[in-house]
């Protein structure tokens, strides 16, 4: 970018912001406008008769007065793109060849004819191709050769030489392009813009001790998403292309912004530059709405760059010194019709479109009102560029750095009353910014050789610059007088010399012309010569500065260089205090992991230890509890067999009668052990066994959430009885693998067996998963539940035989245990004393029936 002068204590120039305004032609003549021209610097805007309007069946109702707005300037329908150009873009185009920067854009509504006037037709070509036609026009003969100027990536360019530049050439000539560029579908219509520019103009004040060369960019706005429109196509692995990747924005060293990654395309002449435009229009968004068949659905902005650089002092290269280039910039903007939805019928996709597309407009012109209220107020608010792209990239123009131009585009049908207000109310707001006037860029130039000047010319035409002759003229004759009648000889005599006066003189004069010249040369020279002093002095001085700047560089870097070898002894220190401290860390995490294994081994052998020992006493509480309940059921059966045999004696009375009876009832034997009276009485009286006592059996599984795993074989049979297992296994395996029971803490195998009788017998084997010390597992099992079925019509016969066997053997129990206890017990011997004679119990070898 040009660099500015130094202004600390200078007040800038300002300049407002020219807007412009275009009216384009009506759609239908027979539509009444809305918009009348009054000069040439103001319009007239009428709603008309009525105020009430349709628009795509839709009744709009307009709440606005009769309404008139002053510009710069004002171009009816008639007026041609040529006359356009000369008042509006040929002096940004001058400015561009001086070394200013300038931002030209369209504003207006949809369909409102902004595309029309920055690209134009085939007929008529608009901003864009007479620009570049212009700029081409006045740069052809002082042209650089191309990939000398090479773009730096951060705003700036730096100058290669001829050699590098022409090896830059042939490999990309050569070399085959990595991705394929999208095709140009009007490829004619690359040339025919500039075929019809009737007019071609030039800018005559062009250096001829520079070198130029031209740069184009384009890039769009969409969705606030800044896009490159001439970057090459990626493709995925597919080949198919991927979606454009957006780009950012920065600020280089001049505080300019930019599209940081942007690609630049170098173009040699007209033709080059509008193809690389017709290549970046393809790209470009565009949708079908409502009120427009081809609606820009963003903002496009196409940089056009001039690149200038001095030639050395023998006029044959350029100075490589990147403080000498100077890279001028030229901004066409087609902004987006700011619209509504409920007019344009939008949806979806394009109403998310139109709504970023108006709040971006509507940032530019809050960003414009700030400005205008900072300098009528004087003071120093923040303008909020950074709320949108758009602002944000055209931040520098607003602060200074070129010179703004604005067209606004307006239709004059009557249904677009309304939002032309909106327009022009912006437009007469932006008039009133004023933007600082940027200077014209200082170019250095450098001393050349010296041209001779152009030969002097005598008052015959004849020129001076001859090979200097001082000879006055022939030598002198014979002078000897022979006689003195003579008169020849003297008056010959007189006449020569007389030349050689003449002669003399001459040369005089001319020695003396001779002499002036060579003053004035050696004047010249002199001046010349204190001239390049001065700059050399001025080239010493930078220097010193320079020498300055380095040496102080230098003692920051010997600094910087001191710290950072400070700094790395610190950190080699830190680094071998690390790794101690990490060899001391592994260490612990080892003998922690050591410590852990031996108390997880601990534990789990005292979880065995308490395991088996509470199982040990579990079982000899409960058998001990079984013993005592049996004892004291056993006395509480005798207490209440006595009690009814003393009952019995007392109620029945003496009789040879009652004694069977009382001899088949009293068959305990009282010197047998306590165990054989229960069984004997049981058996004798009917009296049943006491309630059950459950033995060593866990709660429910169902109600534990114990993870367990089951071992079904494959050749286990489903049987279908009414009690199932009610265990839900997290895990159901044919063969169960380490690993299956390692994730496991219960076990439950299923084994099927058949009975004596023929029936299935399911046993379920249940048991408790324990880790062992060396890492493994062990199953413990500790219940096992039988499940199993029986066919009363098939067991019936052996049971009944099986009743009979135990019905002999309790008969000839019941015998032997009567003749033992027919003395011993009261009701017999009280039976015995008072009916039998005979001295022998009646029923003794007798049962009940």
């Known amino acids: ?104 854009f369209t504003y207006g509504v949809t369909s409102s004819g902004k595309t029309y006037t920055m690209t134009g037709s085939l007929e ?111 493709l995925d692995p597919f080949n198919r292309p991927k979606p454009p990747q957006s780009k950012r924005l920065r600020e ?9 990654g942007v690609s630049q395309v170098e173009v040699a002449s007209t033709e080059e530059a509008f193809a690389a435009f017709q290549q970046g229009q393809e790209r470009r968004r565009i949708a079908h709405t409502q009120l427009n068949a081809e609606s820009s659905r963003s903002h496009s902005i196409l940089n056009i760059r001039l690149v200038q650089a001095p030639l050395d002092p023998l006029g044959e290269d350029l100075l490589q010194e990147r403080s000498l280039i100077c890279a001028s910039q030229l901004s066409l903007v087609d902004l987006a019709g700011s619209e509504r939805m409920a007019r344009t019928g939008a949806g979806g996709e394009r109403s998310r479109e139109a709504g970023n597309i108006n709040s971006s407009l509507m940032t530019l012109r809050r960003c414009l009102e700030q400005l205008r209220e900072n300098q009528k107020n004087g003071s120093s608010d923040m303008v909020k560029y950074r709320n949108s792209k758009l602002t944000h990239l055209f931040k520098s123009y607003f602060e200074g750095h070129g010179k703004v131009k604005m067209v606004v585009c307006l239709n004059p049908n009557m249904a677009e009353y309304d939002e032309n207000i909106h327009v022009v109310q912006f437009a007469e707001m932006a008039q009133q910014v004023e933007v600082a006037r940027s200077e014209d860029f200082k170019s250095f130039t450098p001393p050349t050789t010296l041209h001779p000047s152009p030969p002097p010319q005598t008052d015959d035409g004849e020129s001076d610059w001859e090979s200097p002759d001082y000879s006055l003229g022939q030598p002198f ?78 003692r920051q870097v010997k600094k910087l260089e001191s710290k950072n070898q400070v700094l790395t002894r610190t950190t080699q220190v830190f680094e071998k205090e690390k790794k101690q401290l990490q060899d001391q860390l592994s260490d612990a995490e080892a003998m922690l992991k050591s410590s852990q294994s031996d108390s997880r081994r601990l534990e789990m052998k005292m979880k ?92 429910s599984c169902s109600a534990s959430h114990s993870n367990w795993l089951a071992h079904l074989p494959s050749s286990t049979v489903q049987t279908e009885t009414i009690l199932q297992p009610a265990i839900r296994p997290n895990k159901v395996v044919n063969v169960p693998s380490p690993k299956d029971v390692a994730g496991a803490s219960k076990y439950l195998l299923t084994h099927q067996r058949e009975d004596g009788t023929g029936e299935i017998e399911t046993q379920l084997v249940k048991g408790e998963v324990f880790h062992t010390r060396s890492g493994g597992q062990q199953v413990q099992f500790v219940d096992i539940e039988t499940l199993k079925q029986h066919d009363p019509q098939k067991n019936e016969k052996k049971s009944i035989t099986s009743r009979r066997k135990r019905r002999s053997e309790t008969s000839i129990e019941e015998a032997s245990v009567d003749e033992q206890s027919s003395w011993t017990d009261v009701e017999t011997r009280c039976a015995y004393g008072i009916g039998n004679t005979n001295n022998v119990a009646a029923v003794t070898n007798k049962r009940k029936k």
């Open 1 to 104: 970018m040009p660099r500015k002068l130094n202004s600390r204590h200078i007040t800038p120039v300002t300049d407002p912001v020219e807007v412009c305004a275009r009216i384009r032609n009506k759609s239908n003549n027979k539509e009444e406008s809305c918009i009348k021209v009054i000069n040439d610097t103001t319009i007239h805007l009428t709603p008309g008769d009525s105020k009430l309007f349709m628009v795509n069946n839709i009744y709009f109702l307009s709440s606005y007065q009769q309404t008139e707005c002053q510009f710069s300037r004002v171009f009816d329908s008639n007026v041609s793109q040529k006359r356009l150009f000369d008042c509006v873009a040929q002096t940004m185009v001058d400015d561009l060849v001086r070394g200013k920067n300038g931002l030209l």
């Open 124 to 234: 008529e070509p608009g901003f864009l191709p007479r620009c570049l036609d212009m700029l081409f026009n006045s740069i052809t003969a002082v042209q650089a050769s191309k990939y000398v100027f090479v773009p730096d990536g951060m705003n700036g360019f730096h100058v290669q030489s001829e050699a590098d530049a022409l090896l830059e050439k042939q490999e990309r000539d050569i070399l085959p392009q990595l991705t394929p560029k999208t095709p140009n579908k009007i490829e004619s219509a690359a040339t025919f813009s500039f075929r019809n520019i009737n007019v071609h103009y030039k800018e005559k004040n062009i250096n001829p001790e520079c070198r130029y060369s031209v740069f184009v960019s384009y890039v769009e706005i969409y969705n606030d998403y800044v896009y490159d429109l001439l970057g090459d196509v990626q």
């Open 252 to 260: 280089d060293k001049n505080k300019n912004m930019f599209v940081y």
């Open 477 to 554: 004759p014979n002078l000897e007088v022979m006689d003195y009648a003579d008169n020849e000889t003297v008056p010959g005599l007189i006449s020569m010399l007389e030349h050689r006066i003449g002669r003399m003189n001459a040369i005089k004069k001319r020695v003396s012309r001779y002499g002036e010249i060579f003053r004035s040369n050696l004047s010249s020279c002199t001046q010349h010569e204190q001239s390049v002093q001065q700059q050399l002095k001025d080239c010493e001085a930078d220097l010193a500065n320079k020498t300055k700047e380095l040496n102080k560089l230098d």
């Open 608 to 699: 065995g230890a308490v395991a088996n020992t509470k199982a040990h006493v579990e079982k000899e509480c409960e058998k001990r509890v079984r013993t005592v309940q049996t004892e004291m059921q056993e006395k509480m059966w005798v207490k209440d067999e006595r009690l009814r045999q003393l009952k019995n004696i007392i109620s029945t009375g003496g009789g040879r009668e009652g004694r069977p009876t009382a001899a088949r009832r009293c068959q305990t034997p009282l010197k047998q052990p306590i165990s054989s009276v229960s069984s004997v009485s049981t058996g004798c009286w009917g009296i049943g066994p006491g309630p059950p006592v459950a033995t060593k059996h866990r709660r």
